[in-house]
């Protein structure tokens, strides 16, 4: 069965740092672009950075360019973003996916003092 588990989420503080992680099963990643994304109450899914899977190449929107980090573990068949500096706009679900994938659970992340 392909499936994309998250996980990692959690209350942070305003400034602090969170790792997310994603795992599959089912498939290798290591030949697959995969993304991370979020949705906040209220507001529309958005596509925050993905990693292709040929060149390593990796792609950030804008906010939050220079304080997350994506990266993959082919090894582990799992792919982590590494978010620092969050701040409260970064609370939402967060999830990973690869194009056409079916959308999981994904993890909550509350950025709040």
């Known amino acids: 069965q392909v499936q994309l588990v998250e996980s990692g989420g959690g209350l942070v503080q305003p400034g602090g740092s969170l790792r997310l992680s994603c795992a599959a099963s089912g498939f290798t990643l290591d030949s697959y672009a995969i993304g991370w994304y979020r949705q906040a109450p209220g507001k529309e899914r958005e596509g925050l950075s993905c990693?292709?899977?040929?060149?390593?190449?990796?792609y950030y929107t804008n906010s939050v360019k220079g304080r997350f980090t994506i990266s993959r573990d082919n090894a582990k068949n799992t792919v982590y973003l590494q978010m620092n500096s969050l701040k409260p706009e970064d609370t939402a679900v967060y999830y990973c996916?690869?194009?056409?994938?079916?959308w999981g659970q994904g993890t909550q992340v509350t950025v709040s003092s």
């Open positions: 990693t292709s899977g040929t060149d390593d190449k990796t």
């Open positions: 996916n690869v194009a056409g994938g079916a």
